[in-house]
């Protein structure tokens, strides 16, 4: 209102709201105090009409101008509007309006809505199985989330494909069966976060961006893994039963905590130490650089599943036991079958040998050795850092399946 007291003005012209005159009408009483006064001035045929229904479906109060004032109507602000904001405070919502707060148990209601957003009251409910912050948050999320996003790399030039090199058929034979062994560990890989992934409540909207990368990365991974395999064969390698059953039983694994500790944590976190084997044994310089971009990539992997379990042991006690359970859980099942693939294995020694020299053959024997004892040493550290003792992260670690996923 004017200092004198007098409404203040809103001049429509030609414009109708039903061409859009609604936006400054609600822009100027948003401008004025509840019982505010507001006199719209306007040509268009229907506006006295229109300005009628949609006071009462916002609940302003509509009043007749005095004779000698030319506005077609009086608009009251009322308070409708700011009384929807304080009922959605009052259900629970004020929280969201604080941008950056993260939500202990996020409301069904706040559905999809962005973290930081006033929800309005009455909005319908969206169950999410992952909404406890305890089940998923990690503080580091955020930033691992910014650098998983800008360190993604397009698979047809990063890899210098068109790069001259011949091996010896043995060894390239070696090359496609590891390949092969890492595409069928590197789909379940894909498959485990993807199908949590929208149990996430949106609310923890790192996190849920967090694993959709995850998926991406490993998406990626099998197309690299696919293309280094068939650059010089038509046929992959062998899978086995053994490694099926062992990737299996990650699929069959229902909760998030005991899935992310056997994937990111043992798994990828062994996969990590095989990578960088790889990369330093690789034959040639496709399979090397494949070899450390795919490395760098399970590396965040493992940083966020070690970053939420361990705040989640912190919140939960009882979580490391029936981390420990699943594990022996796990060998149990896979107690019978016969582990580690044998091509994979003596793919592996002719890698790190690069001959079928005796000596040679001897050293690579013993590499493939040494990197099964530093998988073990890196899972024994994960473990400790989860909150295991050393006796139990040794005796867990021998326990994790010998098809190193």
């Not at 009483?29 to 009409?49: D, K, Q, T, W």
């Not at 036991?321 to 859980?329: F, S």
Request: negative net charge; contains cysteine; proline residues 5%.
């Amino acid at each position: 209102m004017a200092a004198d007291g007098s409404p203040a003005r809103l001049e429509l012209g030609e414009l109708g709201l039903d061409r859009g005159a609604h936006v400054l009408l609600k822009h100027a009483l948003r401008a004025l105090p509840v019982g505010g006064r507001l006199a719209v001035h306007g040509r268009a045929p229907e506006l006295a009409l229109h300005l009628r229904t949609w006071c009462r479906a916002q609940g302003h109060p509509l009043h007749e101008p005095a004779p000698s004032d030319a506005a077609v109507a009086i608009v009251e602000r009322g308070g409708a509007e700011e009384g929807r904001w304080r009922g959605a405070a009052r259900a629970g919502h004020a929280e969201l309006a604080h941008a950056g707060a993260v939500a202990e148990l996020p409301s069904a209601t706040w559905g999809l809505a962005a973290r930081g957003a006033m929800v309005e009251a009455g909005s319908p409910p969206v169950e999410f199985g992952l909404a406890r912050r305890l089940d998923v948050w990690a503080d580091e999320a955020p930033g691992l989330y910014a650098q998983a996003a800008a360190a993604q790399w397009d698979p047809a030039t990063a890899i210098p494909w068109s790069t001259a090199f011949e091996l010896p058929p043995a060894v390239e034979d070696a090359v496609v069966q590891v390949m092969t062994y890492l595409i069928e560990n590197e789909t379940a890989a894909l498959v485990v976060p993807a199908r949590f992934l929208g149990q996430v409540h949106p609310h923890f909207r790192e996190v849920m961006q967090l694993l959709a990368i995850q998926v991406a990365d490993e998406a990626r991974h099998i197309e690299v893994f696919t293309r280094r395999a068939r650059l010089r064969r038509e046929q992959l390698g062998l899978s086995t039963a053994g490694g099926q059953a062992s990737l299996k039983t990650l699929l069959d694994e229902p909760e998030f905590a005991l899935a992310s500790f056997l994937l990111s944590v043992l798994g990828e976190g062994s996969f990590l130490s095989l990578l960088w084997f790889l990369h330093e044994h690789a034959p040639d310089p496709v399979t090397r650089e494949i070899a450390r971009l795919t490395a760098q990539d399970e590396a965040r992997h493992v940083a966020f599943g070690l970053a939420h379990l361990r705040r989640h042991a912190e919140g939960e006690p009882g979580l490391l036991d029936r981390l420990a359970q699943a594990v022996h859980r796990r060998h149990d099942a896979l107690r019978h079958t016969a582990g580690l693939n044998e091509e994979v294995f003596d793919a592996l020694l002719l890698l790190a040998a690069g001959s079928w020299e005796l000596e040679a053959l001897a050293h690579g024997f013993d590499a493939v050795q040494q990197l099964q004892r530093d998988m073990d040493e890196a899972r024994r550290r994960r473990l400790r850092r989860l909150g295991f003792s050393e006796d139990q992260a040794g005796a867990l670690s021998e326990l994790h399946t010998r098809n190193f996923m």
